[in-house]
């Protein structure tokens, strides 16, 4: 395996560092750290976390600051290894065998077992990517694909090929740089685990979501940006079913920026309009009351110091 | 090991005698240890770390070097951590094991009879002194007032001994303050105090097995055997697939597929057996229910709750239709005061994977709370949002009168899809009655009762 030419091996934290800057990504240390470990010792990551705080963005970012390609694989239950690997183009063999072009037998004439025949999924595809960086191969909430699913990975995962009965190993000559996702709706097998480092994500802290929210949404005055974080953080303290995520805030902030014609201070009525941007659970906006908005409220006013500070 | 660690430990040191070059052997060795030890630390905390964790740490410890606290941090983090339960158990360990490993490094650098692995393996499981090995340094006891360990040690060894306390009793937290031993240590709650299973499980009637058979049919969730027709399955029906063939003279334009049926269930039954319940419901028939709820569903975890929760999973894995002698011979106690938010609480830290997306959980309770208010909302919104889905069933509730307007009940209802009264598993089927001709998610529960002159017919 020739993996010592790969681009990845040889990045240093700070070059990562300033790469994630380019991109708009604010990372704490240990995510950059990890992601590095990643890239230097050739295993995949997996990223678990509660939704909406940057998993999958990771894997975009990643791709986008190597300047290479992104192939993701959604994961969902029932997701097969045809969805995911490699698919017979049956039709094609088909007509391959009724015009006499090739036979399904071994022998001299040519075999419709051949790559011509072969539909590339994104997983194989990931492995045989041309090119001088290897791609990046995000696995999106691999936790909504079946257990079975889940071993299937394990070949692809450690030894970066995969065999085709029909046809051989396909093997990677740049192994792909792996990320994989999960949101914890259910356990993942330790053989899984056991192949990937582990980043756990958590929706980030004030100063770094206000700088998030800075870079995303610049045209949100910067006074008001403070106050939309500190009103999310003190959210994140309730007992929600679903908890806003970075997703959220943004979404929000987007929202807030729109609405808005002057500079004042965030009012709770502004706030209550808008909630749906930060809750999407029925119980959840129905559990905000006028003390949680007041809450909030002072939340938001306390802001600008905290910035300051 | 030890054999070759004190060989070896020899070696450097004799050659580095003289000079001023640190003996990277010795700090090699101490690096792969302290790592080891960590491993070994979380998984006695019942962290789950891969067998190759430890070798893939210290792969990613030359990597990021060792001078910088966060980076280590991070790369141990990475390599030995792999769900998030474990990562409490990584905060707490990782101080420890930095320590250790930079007083052990200065020791190396600036001394080269620096700690050996040896004397560390061999005073680990001691209580609080360090005994002088013959290969340590007796001249030097500067080194052993710098490392730390032996310290750090008796630390570990009397967090065993309170876990050893001679009781009788089946310890899920073990960190009650008040339990030192006494029989009379679980009254500290404000309701009921405990005892021991006290009575047989009932013998249901075959039509009271039916009724509980049915619940758990209409709460399945996992594909079975079974299939039907789908439009987007999995197998291909052959036979329709062969007849549709006739219309178009015999060649397959159409594939009609089936799917599996979800008619399997995966359950999590979270029983409260506080004071308050069991004088509610027949405690015969609340075992009985259990377990024969536990026969019929694919998978039940099965726990009892009172003011701890007990993992009484295996009790009926192993009961054979005699659940209450099982429980009696672990000493399962009940009865106690009810904590519904502590007990979810345990069990997200203890048992995370007990309940997955396509788990239904079944919590028995009267919802009459003792706890914390908020421990609750935080432990019934976490179960609500990873179970597929969360019917309580509340003995009050066959009242026709019944309001959920008790703390505990007033805060988990609007999290709950289904709310159902539970005294007789009678009430289990009119319960599945409903399910079954208006879905889960339908209006379906207390409210909807007939006998409260609600929509139903």
């Given amino acids: ?9 040889a990045v240093s934290e700070s070059d ?26 050739g295993r995949p990551l997996l990223v678990e976390g509660p939704p909406g705080s940057g998993k999958t963005e990771l894997g975009k970012v990643l791709a986008e600051s190597f300047d290479t390609d992104l192939i993701r694989l959604q994961c969902y239950e029932g997701l097969t290894a045809e969805n995911a690997l490699y698919e017979w183009n049956y039709t094609k063999q088909l007509l391959a065998v009724q015009a006499d072009e090739g036979a399904v037998a071994d022998g001299d004439r040519r075999s419709v077992f051949d790559r011509e025949y072969l539909l590339e999924r994104p997983l194989l595809r990931a492995l045989t990517v041309e090119g001088e960086t290897p791609p990046v191969l995000l696995i999106d909430e691999i936790d909504r694909a079946d257990e079975e699913f889940e071993a299937f990975l394990l070949e692809l995962l450690s030894d970066f090929q995969v065999s085709i009965p ?15 996702t999960s949101n914890r709706t259910r356990g993942l097998s330790d053989a899984l685990k056991r192949r990937c ?13 206000y700088e998030i929210v800075r870079r995303k949404v610049p045209e949100l005055d910067a006074a008001v940006a403070a106050e939309v974080c500190a009103v999310v953080e003190r959210l994140r303290e309730e007992a929600f079913l679903k908890r806003p995520g970075v997703a959220e805030t943004l979404d929000w902030a987007r929202a807030v920026a729109r609405l808005r014609t002057d500079d004042e201070p965030l009012s709770a009525e502004e706030m209550e309009r808008t909630i749906g941007c930060l809750l999407k659970e029925v119980e959840d ?8 908005l007041e809450q909030l409220r002072a939340a938001a006013a306390a802001a600008e110091e905290r910035l300051e500070a | 090991m030890d054999p070759t660690d004190r060989s070896d430990a020899d070696t450097p040191t004799a050659v580095a005698e003289g000079d001023d070059v640190p003996d990277f052997r010795a700090a090699r060795r101490h690096v792969l240890i302290e790592t080891i030890r960590l491993a070994a630390k979380l998984r006695k905390e019942g962290a789950s770390v891969p067998v190759s964790g430890s070798l893939a740490a210290v792969r990613a410890l030359a990597a990021v070097g060792l001078g910088d606290r966060n980076r280590v941090e991070a790369a141990l983090r990475a390599t030995l951590v792999s769900e998030a339960g474990a990562i409490d158990a990584f905060d707490e360990a990782f101080p420890e094991f930095w320590h250790r490993l930079r007083t052990g490094l200065d020791a190396i650098a600036t001394d080269h009879e ?20 013959t290969d340590a340094t007796p001249d030097d006891p500067e080194l052993l007032a710098d490392a730390d360990a032996p310290e750090m040690d008796g630390d570990g060894g009397s967090g065993d001994v309170a876990v050893r306390i001679p009781t009788e009793r089946r310890h899920v937290t073990g960190d009650r303050p008040t339990e030192t031993g006494s029989e009379d240590a679980r009254r500290y709650s404000a309701v009921g105090e405990g005892g021991h299973v006290d009575v047989e499980a009932a013998r249901l009637t075959a039509e009271e097995s039916a009724a509980v058979d049915r619940f758990v049919d209409v709460l399945a969730t996992l594909p079975g055997r079974r299939r039907r027709a789908s439009r987007a399955g999995e197998w291909i029906d052959a036979r329709r697939a062969l007849r549709a063939s006739l219309e178009t003279g015999g060649a397959a334009v159409d594939l009609p597929r089936r799917a599996a049926t979800p008619n399997e269930l995966r359950c999590c039954l979270l029983v409260d057996v506080s004071g308050s319940v069991l004088d509610t419901v027949d405690r015969s028939v609340l075992l009985a229910f259990a377990e024969r709820l536990h026969t019929s569903a694919r998978e039940a975890r099965v726990f009892l709750f009172d003011t701890d929760l007990r993992d009484v999973t295996t009790q009926f894995d192993r009961a054979g239709g005699d659940p209450s002698s099982a429980l009696r011979d672990a000493a399962v106690e009940w009865g106690g005061g009810t904590r519904i938010g502590r007990a979810f609480t345990t069990l997200r830290r203890d048992h995370p994977y007990a309940v997955d997306r396509r788990t239904v959980v079944v919590v028995v309770s009267d919802g009459l709370d003792v706890g914390d208010r908020d421990v609750l909302a935080d432990g019934v919104t976490w179960l609500s949002n990873r179970a597929g889905a969360l019917v309580w069933l509340n003995p009050l509730a066959v009242s026709p009168s019944f309001e959920p307007r008790s703390r505990g009940m007033a805060t988990s209802e609007p999290y709950v899809d289904a709310l159902f009264g539970f005294a007789e598993p009678a009430d289990l089927a009119a319960a599945a009655r409903r399910i079954e001709r208006r879905g889960l998610d339908g209006p379906v529960g207390y409210e909807y009762d007939s006998r409260r002159g609600g929509d139903e017919p």
């Fill in chain 1, 16 to 41: 990562l560092e300033s790469r994630f800057e380019r991109a708009d990504y604010v990372a704490d240390d240990r995510t950059v750290t990890t992601v590095g470990l990643a890239l230097q010792l």
């Fill in chain 2, 114 to 133: 620096g700690p050996t692995p040896g004397d560390d393996d061999e005073d680990e499981d001691e209580d609080g002194k360090r005994e002088t090995d």
């Fill in chain 1, 197 to 209: 480092l582990y980043l756990h994500v958590e929706p980030p802290d004030f100063e770094d979501e």
């Fill in chain 1, 166 to 180: 029909e046809f051989g190993t396909v093997r990677a000559d740049h192994p792909p740089v792996v990320i994989l």
């Fill in chain 1, 1 to 9: 395996m020739s993996r010592d030419t790969s681009p990845f091996d």
């Fill in chain 1, 285 to 292: 906006v129905e559990s905000v009351d006028t003390e949680l």
